[in-house]
């Protein structure tokens, strides 16, 4: 297979990259340019723009050329399925979007959340990408993809994503905070169910569906066995080898909320999401102990430089009393 990555030097991409060029597949890289020149030696990159907000991006590099399929992962926006569509047209077979599960309506939601809930509506006045259009704007990218390749597209929601390279830091948190065992100031409710889906079997169900020729929505959340928050720190002191104490505190002295924190049990569905669909289809389940130990080594590997969220070590003293 011939595939085509509208981003794939960072994370999801990173490791869809990984794992179409370790299956065999040939690999070609749309991208600015300006990361991981260093990443996939030898393979193709077109050097292009998705345009900032309100401004046509430039797909110039990708014209003329011919895929079986493309995988993207870096459209936010309708206008960037759009125009890379426009460029595209029929010189691609089958196109497969990375969505995410923000996109349901939690509040008309049952559980589990199967693909079929209701979404939210879609964005379409603004390019400006903030946690409240985040969803509604990834619902419009879904409608553009069904709308321009039709039966040749598949749609995958995942839900939070962790491992290696991941540049959100939401579960690297735990893992490093659980490394240094101790006591620990859990704001939040021990019992919440939390949903991550390891990035590599992510990789492995969207380039699975590309071979098969999977069509529809698959939800990609894991692990395999639904787990707590208190169970995500368990499973991250395990794969590091330390011993933790949970001490409850109030989750209303902590601002923003640590993350995968929900702020109620309102919020709860959203880490209910039904993956039979996508285990039917080939998504696997790496183990969270796997996952934790495996972000744990990469974490320490670059040297643990400041994380983006969660609570420094005088914010938690402070909690504990």
């Known amino acids: 297979m011939r595939l085509l ?3 794939g030097t960072s994370f999801v991409g990173r490791a869809l990259a990984q794992e179409a060029l370790d299956r065999g597949h040939e690999v070609e890289l749309f991208s600015r340019g300006r990361t991981g020149a260093d990443l996939f030696p030898g393979v193709v990159r077109h050097v292009g723009d998705r345009g900032e907000a309100g401004t046509a991006g430039d797909y110039a590099a990708l014209a003329g050329g011919s895929w079986d399929a493309v995988a993207d992962v870096s459209a936010y926006v309708p206008r960037h399925v759009r125009e890379a569509a426009d460029v595209l047209g029929t010189s691609t077979g089958r196109c497969l979007f990375i969505s995410t599960g923000s996109v349901y309506d939690r509040a008309r939601a049952a559980e589990p959340m199967t693909e079929d809930a209701a979404r939210l509506p879609a964005e379409h006045a603004t390019e400006q990408v903030t946690p409240t259009t985040y969803g509604p704007l990834k619902v419009a990218c879904e409608d553009e993809t069904w709308s321009r390749y039709g039966d040749r597209a598949v749609v995958v929601r995942p839900g939070v994503v962790a491992g290696p390279y991941d540049p959100t830091d939401r579960f690297t948190w735990w893992v490093r905070r659980a490394a240094r065992g101790g006591r620990l100031a859990l704001a939040g409710r021990p019992e919440q169910p939390v949903q991550v889906v390891d990035s590599r079997d992510l990789a492995r169900l969207c380039v699975t ?20 928050l208190a169970g995500v720190v368990a499973a991250c002191a395990e794969a590091a080898g330390t011993r933790v104490e949970v001490v409850e505190v109030d989750p209303s002295a902590v601002e923003p909320a640590l993350p995968l924190v929900v702020p109620d049990a309102g919020h709860d569905v959203m880490f209910r999401r039904s993956a039979a669909r996508a285990r039917a289809a080939g998504l696997t389940a790496t183990p969270l102990v796997q996952t934790a130990a495996d972000v744990l080594a990469w974490d320490r590997g670059r040297g643990e430089p400041p994380l983006s969220v969660g609570i420094s070590d005088e914010q938690e003293s402070r909690l504990l009393g």
Do not use: H, I, S
């Not at 569906?209 to 707590?228: H, K, M, S």
């Open 5 to 7: 990555l509208l981003g």
């Open 209 to 228: 569906l590309l071979e098969d020729g999977g069509t529809g929505t698959y939800n990609a959340v894991g692990p395999a066995e639904p787990v707590t």
